[in-house]
């Protein structure tokens, strides 16, 4: 007599495994390469490095994605069907640091405190798997609204141009630059012989931090042709969304960015200089683009971001075996927040970023009905063998910023308006404490976007602590709702609150 196999442990033919896992990759890929091109040109990094941060980025996904569905040992992999990709949870606090120092040396910074951040987690694992009561919809819809909320800006960015350096809305008057050029070279020079004696013997020199400010509107900022793109890109996400079905209208986002990408090359705004330098076939390796710097600080910033990724992530393990119809303990649920951990870890030693399991892949088991965890294991392989092909990262890399505006915009959009869906949820009217909550942690969660620069008569050290909206939020929220509700979530709410978080 045969034991029944549960449909999660159920090894499919190859040819559907592979089609299937491929579906999964197509959904995730979009989110999934979004990250190293922001973070890496925030960072300021060459297009050859971040071409290796997204290849990178592809080959962890991959692997963490296989020790999760799969599973190593009993200590690591929830085994279930479930796609692991880079929070965007972790951007924004990734790119205030990359403000900071970008360069070489602020890479450094970031993947030592991904690293620091890891191993932490790994540890933190069990607690937080008990800390789903401090978590309720009001909470973690506060915390993804904030976050969506702060990411509007890079896909705005991209459209428009970022609002410092050679694509900021003004630029120094040319013939006011000129004449501080002139000043400067004439400071020190004698002056020129028959000059009146009562004149000055050299031209005083020019006062050190002396600049000009912009005052002439910047011909790279906001080009008409660029807004264009931005607006195909947009419109063509929309109208795939509206009117296709099944597959397809899964990928629309990437279907828009293909099609953007389609019209800028015809236009001369888009060439493949960078994927025809590029080698075929290359291996991923440990810190190849910097070597990690521990600072205290970034990592408590990084740790109290994957707390809050490792809460939604509970969440979406409970939602994710509810649909799948396969009971977790406290035990396997650990050993899936372990891979959150072990991924960030991971990732920081391939010099990419914190991972945690995708939603919107969680959404796909769910309207294909496809239970395998098989089909998530296949996926990892080809996400693999992905990040071996610099040419697939260099063609990524080569996609100009206003063909991503478009997508940027709908898939940050997306994660604000997740939040919004999911404090819809919540009761007001029985508990109008929960208004206060919100309203007060969205509020102090705008402090850095608005006026980034409140900080700075604080001492320099928890700069990083407070200059993310997103932590800012999460602290707030945590404490106001421990203050007006206390503890008493309901485990439930939370796999409510991650059904809803399908698109996120």
């Known amino acids: 007599m045969t034991t029944a196999v549960h449909p999660v442990d159920e090894v499919l033919p190859t040819g559907r495994l592979t089609a299937l896992g491929l579906q999964h990759v197509l959904v995730m890929y979009a ?8 973070v890496g040109r925030a960072l300021k990094l060459s297009p050859e490095q971040v071409t290796m941060l997204i290849q990178a980025d592809l080959f962890c996904c991959g692997l963490v994605t296989l020790v999760q569905a799969f599973g190593a ?7 279930l069907p479930v796609m692991m990709g880079v929070t965007f949870a972790a951007v924004a606090p990734m790119v205030a640091m990359a403000n900071a120092k970008p360069g070489v040396e602020g890479a450094g910074l970031i993947f030592g405190a991904i690293i620091g951040a890891g191993v ?44 410092a350096g ?5 630029i120094v008057n040319p013939e006011h630059a ?62 795939i969304a509206r009117f296709a079905r099944g597959f ?86 650990s ?6 951990g072990l991924g960030t870890l991971i990732g920081g030693i391939f010099n990419t970023f914190p991972y945690t399991s995708f939603s919107q892949n969680v959404g796909l088991v769910g309207v294909t009905g496809v239970k395998s965890r098989y089909v998530c294991v296949a996926a990892g392989v080809i996400l693999v063998l992905l990040g071996m092909l610099p040419k697939m990262a260099a063609l990524v890399e080569s996609l100009p910023t206003f063909v991503l505006g478009g997508a940027g915009l709908v898939m940050f959009g997306m994660v604000a308006a997740t939040g919004i869906r999911i404090l819809g949820s919540v009761d007001y009217k029985g508990n109008r404490n929960n208004l206060f909550i919100v309203a007060v942690s969205i509020g102090i969660g705008m402090i850095p976007l608005i006026a980034p620069r409140y ?16 932590l800012l939020a999460s602290l707030s929220a945590v404490l106001l709702n421990l203050f007006f509700n206390g503890a008493s979530g309901d485990s439930r709410e939370a796999v409510e609150a991650a059904k809803a978080a399908d698109a996120h």
Do not use: C
Request: proline content about 8%.
């Open 31 to 38: 989110g999934a390469v979004a990250v190293p091109l922001i």
């Open 73 to 79: 040992t009993q200590w690591f992999g929830i085994r």
């Open 120 to 163: 932490i987690s790994i540890l933190l694992a069990p607690v937080v798997s008990r800390m789903l009561r401090f978590f309720p919809p009001v909470v973690t819809g506060t915390i993804i609204a904030v976050i969506g909320i702060s990411l509007m800006r890079v896909g705005i960015n991209w459209i428009f141009g970022v609002p």
């Open 166 to 170: 050679p694509t900021a809305p003004q």
């Open 178 to 239: 000129q004449w501080l050029a002139t000043v400067q070279s004439m400071a020190g020079a004698a002056v020129a012989p028959g000059a009146a004696a009562s004149a000055p013997a050299t031209v005083p020199a020019v006062p050190q931090g002396l600049a000009l400010v912009g005052t002439v509107a910047n011909p790279k900022y906001a080009q008409l042709p660029h807004i264009a793109i931005a607006a195909v890109s947009l419109v063509s996400i929309l109208v």
């Open 248 to 333: 397809i209208a899964n990928i629309s986002v990437l279907l828009g960015i293909v099609i953007a990408a389609v019209i800028a090359t015809v236009m001369g705004l888009m060439n493949f200089d960078k994927v025809a330098k590029a080698h075929w076939v290359d291996f991923v390796l440990p810190f190849e683009i910097a070597t990690p710097v521990f600072d205290p600080i970034l990592i408590v910033t990084m740790t109290l971001v994957m707390i809050v990724v490792m809460i939604e992530s509970t969440g979406m393990f409970l939602a994710l075996s509810d649909i799948t119809g396969k009971k977790i303990d406290q035990k396997q649920l």
């Open 335 to 340: 050993a899936g927040l372990r891979v959150d």
């Open 455 to 470: 900080l700075q008569w604080m001492p320099h050290d928890i700069h990083p602590l407070i200059e993310s909206g997103i």
